[in-house]
Each structure stands twice: as C-alpha cells, then as structure tokens.
C-alpha cells in the first residue's frame, strides 16, 4: 500500500474503546479498554494498528495530552424537519403537558405543517444544519426519519432529504419510515383511513423506490394503538423492511412486548416498560434503544429503567432523538451526562452505549463503533486529558475533531 494513503493519530495520551464485540452487555458493557501513550495507524480510512513504535506517515496528526474515542452514534433523530417550537416549550414550562399541546392540533402535526410548507431546497438546508451540528458533538453515524410528513409526497420529500445527505456527507447514515408518527389533521377521527393510506400506498411506494431500510411507528395511547401497530408492522415485514417502535414513552400500553413479538431491530423510549417485556427483548436479541434527554426535555422525573435493563443483560444505546418538539438537542454528549446523573448508568456504560452498541443498534458494528484493526477510522480526538471528562466537564464541548473513514471531518 503506498504511502500517500497512510495517517498516523501520534503520542495519543488515552486511546479508549469498547471490547472487539458486536455489542458490549453486562461486564463488557462496564469496561472500556484504555491504551495509553499509543500511535494510531489508519490506511485507506482503516485503522490497521494501535502502536508504541514510531510510525511513518505522510499525515500526521498530534494527540498529545489528548483523548481518543470511537466516533459517536447517534441511532435515533428525527432530522429532517424545519421550523421551531419554542412557543410549545415555554407552554410546557408553564403546565401543559405535551400531550395536551398535541391534541390541540400543535406538537407534531405542527411540524408538519413547516414540513409540508417547505421546499425540497429549504429542507434539505435545514437538515443540513442539523447534521453539521451533530457532527461537532462528535457524531459520524446517524439514523434519520420521516414522519413529519404525514401524505405519501411529504413523506418521500423528507426521504429523498435523507438520500441527499447519504449521497453529499461523509458520514453513515440509515434512514427510516416512519408515516405512522401520528394521525394528521386531516384524518382526525379517520385512523383507520389513514392506516390504509400507510399501508397500502405509502409502505409500497417507499420500498419500490428504496427510500428506507426500517420502518418506525410511535405505538401510544391515543395515536397508534397495539392493534394498529400489528396492522402496520406485519405489512412492512411482508414488504421485507426492519422495524423499530417508539415503545411506552408515556402510557404502559405493551409496545415493548411487540418489539420481542416482531423481532424489531430496537425498541424506542421504554421509558414504562414492564419487567416482563424486558425479558422478552433481551431473548429476541432487540437493542433497548433509551432516550434520556426527551424525558429530561419534557420534564418528567422518571427515566426508562435503564440499570434494571443493564443488569439483566439488555443491550443499551442512547440517541438524542432529535426534534424540535420533545427533544431540541443536537448533543449526544448532553444525553450522556443525563444518563448518568438521571438513570444511574456508568460513564463506561454510557460511552459503550453511545459506540458499538449504537452501532450495532444500526447494524453497522462490523465497521464502526470501536478501535480495532479493520474497522472505518471512525473517530473523535478530546481535547481532554482523561475520557470521563465527557460527562465530568457536563455541557462543555471538547471534541477537537470527528474523523469518518480517516477523514477529518470536523475541527475546531
Ligand atoms: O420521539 N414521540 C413521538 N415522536 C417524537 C416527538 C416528535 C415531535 O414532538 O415532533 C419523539 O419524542
Ligand atoms: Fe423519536
């Protein structure tokens, strides 16, 4: 291999990574391997060595008194979108509940009017934005929704977005469908119809064209019932997608054990997950997909039971769940430090949650999520002389760079 592809990371002060796993669980899900005083080697955008020996390169970069970790994942945002609702948020902290703000007519169908009002161009601009915010919190790998779309064209608007960013960034990112995010206006008191809309036309159309790969739904009280979601579920597993479902978020009404039922790839929130239902998922093999940071935004004071999840063998992650209602966040180093100081996990649990289990959560962890030889130089370089300063130094951005593939894809 000639020399021009090669890059060295040089006198990395702690080089941390999770186990050479698929996914990190019970004591692997506690540890972290820690090299110290390392140089990494990168050739063609793949880590080939972890080294004490001094390496030539035609790139060098310097990590001395520096950190380097696994680029973070962040399997759960609903980009794109557009428009704002500050207007909602200051509601809530004066009371309503979000719910309330909901059915009035506001929460996400308000988004979708944004969505709906929107160019292609202006979406794609926003979407944009929101990305090379992730990416400065060291974000290399992304899933990404509709569902604020809500009609088959706004749908495929929002997933053609999708297909651009995949097409213009450097970055992995998997996309998703989620049409059933919530009955529109326009269907009020006509789910039914709507669920016919979703199943017969949109799921169709979305698979001919090759727009997404998993196919989401928000299973709640009052939106998409258990019945509804069987309905919907069983038809894009027909089709041949993957499933995913924001699973009892706000009322306990059993999406989790429809996660275990059909083999979804995670479950969402799990926030009232019943102890039964956690044993379900961990034996169908699906990641428990948590969401702190929408809890800690809708101001709730009670957190998915992460640490009972955790100790009984579940696989973690954490996502922002990024949107502009429940979750304004484009930090997933913001959800690492609620995990910690809200749901009792571990930094190392965090930061396993937030690399291979993530990536694996996205079935990707054969190429990214942790330093091993072989694996996409995926990477984040901390401008911190210790890793736990992720979490220790809370609201503070320390990444100095995100790299993708070998490539820098961020600087400070
Ligand atoms: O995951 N709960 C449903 N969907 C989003 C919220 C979307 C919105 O409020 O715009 C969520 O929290
Ligand atoms: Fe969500």
Redesign the pocket.
């Known amino acids: 291999m000639g020399l021009q592809m090669r890059k060295v990371i040089k006198n990395i002060k702690q080089l941390v990574t999770p186990v050479n796993k698929k996914y990190a669980v019970k004591d692997d899900a506690k540890k972290l391997d820690i090299y110290e005083n390392v140089n990494l080697i990168i050739e063609n955008g793949i880590i080939v060595d972890i080294t004490t020996k001094e390496a030539e390169a035609n790139e060098v970069i310097d990590a001395t008194g520096k950190v380097v970790l696994p680029a973070f994942v962040d399997p ?1 945002t ?1 980009i794109p ?1 557009i428009g704002s ?1 500050e207007d909602e948020f200051n509601k809530r902290i004066m009371g309503k509940t ?1 719910m309330e703000i ?1 059915a009035e007519g506001g ?2 169908n ?2 979708v009017r944004s969505v709906r009002n929107a160019t292609f161009d202006e979406l794609y601009e926003a979407a944009k934005k929101d990305l090379e915010l992730m990416i400065s919190f060291g974000v290399a790998t992304v899933e990404m929704k509709s ?2 779309g809500l009609d088959l064209e706004n749908e495929i608007k929002q997933l053609k977005v999708i297909r651009k960013l995949q097409e213009e960034y450097h970055v992995d990112i998997k996309s998703t469908f989620l049409g059933a ?2 009955i529109p206006l326009e269907y009020r008191g006509k789910k039914e119809e709507y669920i016919d809309l979703v199943i017969n036309k949109m799921l169709p159309t979305v698979k001919e064209k090759g727009l997404a790969e998993y196919v989401d739904i ?1 299973c ?1 009280k009052g ?1 998409f019932e258990i019945d509804d979601t069987k309905k919907i579920l069983t038809a894009a597993k027909d089709l041949g997608f993957k499933v995913k479902i ?1 699973a009892d ?2 009322y306990p009404l059993g999406g989790s054990e429809l996660c275990a039922e059909f083999e979804a790839v995670s479950g ?2 799990l926030v009232k997950i019943k102890d039964e239902h956690i044993e379900k998922m961990i034996d169908a093999g699906c990641v428990f997909n948590l ?1 702190p940071a ?1 809890t800690f935004f809708l101001m709730s004071k009670e957190y998915a039971p992460a640490r009972k999840i955790l100790d009984r063998g579940g696989i973690v992650a954490l996502s922002t ?1 990024l ?5 304004y966040t484009h930090s997933i180093q913001m959800v690492m430090v609620i995990a910690c100081l809200n749901m009792g996990m571990t930094m190392e649990e965090v930061i396993n949650a937030v690399t291979i289990n993530g990536a694996h959560s996205l079935e990707l962890s054969d190429k990214t999520g942790s330093i091993h030889r072989g694996k996409q130089a995926d990477l984040v370089i901390l401008d911190a002389p210790d890793y736990r300063y992720l979490v220790y130094n809370f609201g503070v951005n320390r990444i100095e760079k995100v790299i993708k593939k070998g490539e820098i894809i961020f600087q400070k």
């Not at 949107?323 to 979750?327: E, F, H, T």
Request: net charge negative.
């Open positions: 759960h609903h979108f609702r979000y909901a929460g996400i308000s988004t569902g604020y995010h919530e928000f709640e939106v924001h978020e706000i969402e929130h969401l929408t769940d949107n502009p209602g429940s979750s």
